[in-house]
């Protein structure tokens, strides 16, 4: 299995397939041509691709071995990657594991950051091999290649059906298109899906004991935003009016780290919530003061209710502006400008973008036409500015006068999953208890996938929430359309290579466990999910 691996995942990454490039849009029919040449699959396996939505020119890549009974197991991941711009002049090697090596270590020679200098050590030891997507995640579909071809060389019981999905690295467009299709291609191949396997990446910067493992479960992840209307004013008279920019700046100091909303893992610490943009509204230089400004959070979730995110923010938001007033208020008295800042506001209006909806909806019943036409100019844009820009579009609507602040999401929303059947987690302890005898690797388990990924659209999630969501989301209906039902709802696990800096010129993942390790425990779980009931 070890030359295997190796071999096709120095495939994989040879050809790009950067998100939202023309080579993303060819990558599923090649693979597919690939998985057709390869003598390894047994006598028989069926190889097809599907689009991810009508006219999208994206492919899934699916690879059908079969076996005896109905019983099948998934192994999936995704295909793209992020881009390789940030190698610089070292672009052209990005997908040539061998030559970059040289190349990194010759331009790591004299750097004396500790980054580079572990790096450096992690590739002279002949252990680590960069990349851009070796990593993250071609490493790991090769690895569940392999170990579909070590199971294809005898009969065996069971089916095993792979695939490979774009987009992780943007919208999970390909995992939701796949989740929602999976009952159906059950059907249709007269499959009965068992279990699930994901094969993203872990990072871990020591000796790979935190690398090492099986999550199962993963993270769930909501996007709030906030689009903050001001009272714009000629900057010499700025007591007169109220900075939209400043109460957007007292927001995100408020919800930064904010304990408020990061979740636990019962014991565990969770992920701080964090601002990932602020803007202004202006679209270029004059001296009046901005009149709106929009922000949005990466909050994690793990076993909160996603729904309680937008209360919860909400609860803060007032907090910042009645802090933030009473802080502009004192500086004017301390200046002696009290009288200027006489039409400060003693409180700023927080809603929500469902409750501000229906509120122009029900004396404006033009404005869904206008919103929809907001959303297709703005197909363009990622889901962020399009939720925006169609704030910004019902704000106009309502006929309302600044100051205001409307809360909403503005992304996919990512549930998050678990394996709830004890039978099924017996099992999984058992594969990792017999591991190091079995396989020379020491794994542990965890029950939450660090990061957000396509388990969310694949594993076993409360989808009733969804609906709640969406009521927040203005650009659901246009780029999201996930409804109860659209989720897989198999119970998925996360098992997949280990490395460090992902994302990152100095990506490299551990040869020895990715190439020769991996693709034995893979078979091994694999063989014992496609036994754990009848087939």
């Known amino acids: 299995m070890e030359t295997l691996c190796r071999d096709l995942a120095l495939a994989l990454v040879a050809r790009p397939s ?26 028989a396996p069926e190889v097809w691709t599907f689009p991810v939505a009508q006219g999208d ?38 997908c040539q594991p061998e030559a970059l090596r040289e190349a990194l270590l010759a331009r790591l ?21 960069p990349g851009r997507g070796l990593l993250d995640m071609k490493g790991g579909l090769a690895a569940g290649l392999a170990a579909m071809a070590k199971i294809a060389e005898a009969p065996f019981d069971g089916n095993l059906l792979f695939l490979a999905v774009p987009d992780e690295e943007n919208a999970s467009a390909g995992a939701r298109a796949a989740a929602a299709r999976l009952g159906d291609l059950a059907a249709a191949h007269g499959l009965e899906i068992a279990a699930a396997i994901n094969l993203d990446a872990i990072a871990d910067d020591g000796d790979g004991s935190a690398g090492r493992v099986l999550a199962t479960g993963t993270v769930g992840k909501v996007l709030p935003t906030a689009f903050v209307v001001g009272r714009p004013v000629h900057s010499g008279f700025a007591l007169r009016g109220l900075n939209a920019a400043a109460l957007a700046g007292a927001i995100a100091a408020r919800l930064e780290w904010a304990p408020e909303l990061t979740d636990d893992t019962g014991g565990a610490a969770g992920t701080a919530a964090s601002l990932l943009s602020m803007k202004d509204g202006k679209g270029g230089y004059d001296v009046t003061t901005p009149g709106t400004a929009f922000l949005f959070w990466n909050v994690l979730l793990h076993r909160r209710d996603p729904a309680e995110v937008l209360p919860a923010v909400e609860a803060l938001v007032r907090e910042a502006l009645r802090d933030c007033l009473a802080a502009l208020a004192g500086r004017a008295a301390q200046s002696g400008l009290a009288a200027d800042a ?9 809603l929500t973008w469902g409750a501000l909806l229906a509120e122009v909806s029900a004396r404006d019943p033009g404005v869904a036409a206008h919103l929809e036409q907001v959303a297709a100019a703005s197909a363009g844009a990622d889901l962020p500015e399009r939720c925006r820009r169609m704030t910004a579009a019902l704000w106009q609507r309502s006929g309302r006068m600044g100051p205001a602040v409307v809360l909403g999401l503005g992304s996919i929303p990512y549930l998050a999953t678990e394996v709830g059947d004890p039978a099924l987690l017996r099992l999984l302890r058992d594969f990792l208890a017999e591991a190091p005898a079995r396989h020379g690797a020491a794994l542990t388990e965890t029950p939450y996938f660090a990061g957000i990924s396509d388990m969310s659209f694949f594993g076993q999630a409360d989808d009733r929430v969804l609906d709640a969501l969406a009521a927040e989301t203005p650009a659901w209906a246009q780029a999201v359309r996930l409804a109860p039902g659209a989720l897989a709802q198999v119970p998925t696990v996360n098992l997949g290579p280990w490395g460090r800096d992902y994302h990152n010129p100095l990506e490299r993942a551990h040869a020895g466990y990715l190439f020769r390790q991996l693709p034995a425990l893979l078979e091994d779980l694999t063989r014992r999910l496609l036994a754990a009931g009848p087939a």
């Open 18 to 43: 950067v998100t939202g490039t023309p080579d993303e849009e060819s990558f599923g029919p090649w693979l597919a041509d690939l998985l057709r040449a390869q003598t390894c699959f047994g006598p």
């Open 57 to 94: 020119r994206r492919q899934v890549a699916a690879l059908l071995l079969r076996g005896k009974g109905a019983r099948t197991v998934v192994l999936t991941g995704h295909y793209d990657t992020v881009t390789v711009a940030d190698y610089g002049d070292l672009a052209p090697l990005a």
């Open 342 to 350: 006489a039409g400060l506001e003693a409180e700023v209006p927080v």
């Open 109 to 129: 020679r004299g750097a004396q950051d500790p980054a580079s200098q572990r790096a450096r050590a992690d590739m002279e030891s002949g252990e680590f091999l």
